[in-house]
């Protein structure tokens, strides 16, 4: 009966430090895990980049989750879209929340036309014509109309940055 009861503890014993064997490298490499999310909405973040002190990199998966090897003090997350955060190991916890950016622009379009000089001083057809009917009575030029157009123009522009 000893016998038995020796191969049992013996049995029961060797089962243990087998379980204890499996999970030394677990345990010996502790891993500090965690989600990050955004302040305003809640909903995780996705590729959030963490720089630690002793060098590693790591990026937050779809779900915005990280697991980092505990070996670091201080941690850094950057993100396009929001503001870069520094934290020390002991500021860490299971959820780091991040703060938008502000001022973040995505893509800018910039549209414009080029300016056409050729009617900025249009004269319609009818004026025109009156005005050159008028022109061998004293009146104006087509070319006179417009220098007094162009001079009315700079004085206004002068105007304009007098009262600057």
Not at 7 to 30: E, H, K, N, R
Not at 38 to 53: F, H, I, M, Q, W
Not at 83 to 106: C, F, H, K, Q, W
Request: charge should be positive.
């Amino acid at each position: 009966m000893s016998c038995n009861v020796n191969i049992l503890t013996f049995a029961c014993m060797l089962a243990l430090l087998c379980v204890l064997f499996l999970l030394l490298p677990a345990t010996a490499c502790p891993q500090v895990r965690g989600v990050v999310v955004s302040t305003e909405t809640g909903v995780p973040v996705r590729d959030v980049v963490l720089y630690t002190d002793v060098g590693h990199k790591v990026v937050t998966a779809w779900d915005g989750t990280y697991c980092l090897p505990d070996s670091f003090a201080s941690v850094t997350l950057a993100h396009p879209k929001y503001e870069r955060r520094v934290m020390l190991r002991s500021e860490m916890g299971d959820t780091i929340n991040l703060i938008p950016a502000l001022y973040a622009l995505t893509e800018v379009v910039v549209i414009g036309r080029r300016r056409s000089y050729k009617n900025d001083f249009y004269i319609p057809k009818e004026e025109l014509k009156m005005l050159e009917n008028q022109s061998g009575k004293g009146g104006f030029s087509p070319g006179e109309m417009r220098r007094q157009a162009k001079k009315r123009q700079r004085q206004r522009l002068q105007r304009i940055l007098d009262n600057y």
